[in-house]
Structure formats: C-alpha cells, structure tokens
C-alpha cells in the first residue's frame, strides 16, 4: 500500500481543512487508518483512526470535537476534517495504514502501522 497525503496548506485561525489520503496497491479496503501529525520539535502524535468498513472511529483526547476521519473504500481515500484550527494545529500531518489483520479496531500507537504517507504540512496563522 502506498499513500498520498494532500490538502495541507496555509489557513487562518477558525478556518477549516480537509486532508486526504490516496492509497494505491491492493489492501487498502482491508487496512485499518489513521492520522497522525508530528510538529517541528515534538514526537509524532496520533490524531484518529478508523477501522475497515468505518463501523469504529477513535480519537485521542486532545482532537475529540474538532477533527472528524473518514474514509472512502470506493475511492481509496481517507480523509481528515479539521475545523475551527488553531495555531498549535500547525504540524506535518501523516496518514498511515496497518497491515491487513483479522481484528478489526482501532489502532492507537505508531507502531500498528506498517505504511505511511509522506505527510502535507499544515499551518496556522493568529
């Protein structure tokens, strides 16, 4: 599976984005994905994940009501909403894909997952 990252960009803060994800290869339909952004100077961070079929998201704590993931199987795209963003939002922001597995949940840790994209930056102006 390889992915794709696009939607990044220079926004205001308050504004909205939608990031996407293009996966291609075979598997993708199988994969748990996720989110994540990594900010100059700080660890990489999981932002959400989501299962298969879309039947279980998760969110870590600190992204709960700003940011909704999605994705498309039909379209292999996953996609991150980000609303109301603040200058802290300001990250490279990856999305990844698990190894096709037979438990289907949410995956939480960086090291779930065996692909990742190469990340589109995202900043935010006061």
């Known amino acids: 599976v390889q992915l794709q990252a696009s939607g990044g960009g220079l926004v205001q803060a308050g504004d909205s984005l939608r990031l996407s994800c293009a996966a291609s290869g075979r598997g993708f339909s199988y994969s748990v994905t996720g989110w994540f952004r990594q900010a100059p100077g700080r660890e990489r961070e999981v932002i959400a994940s989501?299962?298969?079929?879309?039947?279980?998201?998760w969110y870590a704590d600190s992204m709960k009501g700003r940011f909704t993931i999605s994705r498309d199987n039909a379209k292999n795209t996953v996609y991150l909403e980000m609303n109301a963003l603040k200058p802290e939002d300001t990250a490279v922001y990856y999305c990844?894909?698990?190894?096709?597995?037979?438990?289907?949940?949410?995956?939480?840790?960086?090291?779930?997952?065996?692909?990742w994209g190469q990340g589109t930056q995202v900043t935010v102006s006061s």
């Open positions: 989501i299962t298969r079929k879309s039947d279980f998201t």
């Open positions: 990844a894909a698990a190894e096709p597995r037979l438990n289907d949940r949410p995956l939480r840790r960086l090291d779930d997952y065996s692909y």
